[in-house]
């Protein structure tokens, strides 16, 4: 996908998630959720010195850590993603590959962050309380081993 630039930044309200080959049928699933967080990683310094060399540190580029993502929606009752989530406490973790998906006021894609070897690690049900005027959230956090951007 060519890389589109305008003057306006864009919203970060129109997103979506895929993830490849979850679903009962092996096709990819998406779904709409409120919040995605997680879209970073951090490559660890390993510092070095020899004896011989000045006073300063050598830093060099160590291993590569990346975020788990964090994404909560609100109960639908559809539930792909909770089988996958149920898959793993069974001990049959599935790994998929997976994006998620920017998309601007048309709902056109304009830019994709592509994750790998994901699988979910942790579900959080939503918090009932019948004095609240709230929706019910759940969240779900997903590890994986690469993030790449396809802008």
Not at 120 to 147: D, F, M, Q, R, V
Request: glycine residues 10%; charged residues 20%.
């Amino acid at each position: 996908m060519p890389a589109i630039q305008r003057n306006d930044p864009y919203s970060s309200y129109n997103f979506l998630i895929t993830v490849n080959g979850i679903s009962n049928d092996g096709n990819a699933v998406s779904g709409s959720f409120k919040e995605i967080g997680g879209l970073e990683f951090e490559v660890s310094p390993i510092e070095y010195r020899n004896g011989s060399e000045a006073t300063t540190v050598r830093k060099m580029p160590g291993l590569v850590k990346y975020t788990n993502l964090s994404c909560k929606r609100g109960i639908t009752g559809d539930l792909v993603f909770w089988n996958w989530v149920l898959a793993g406490v069974k001990g049959q973790v599935q790994r998929a590959d997976g994006s998620i998906i920017l998309l601007d006021e048309n709902r056109a894609e304009v830019m994709r962050w592509n994750f790998r070897r994901a699988w979910p690690s942790k579900y959080t049900g939503p918090s009932l309380n019948a004095a609240n005027n709230e929706i019910a959230l759940e969240s779900l956090e997903i590890c994986h081993e690469g993030l790449e951007i396809d802008a």
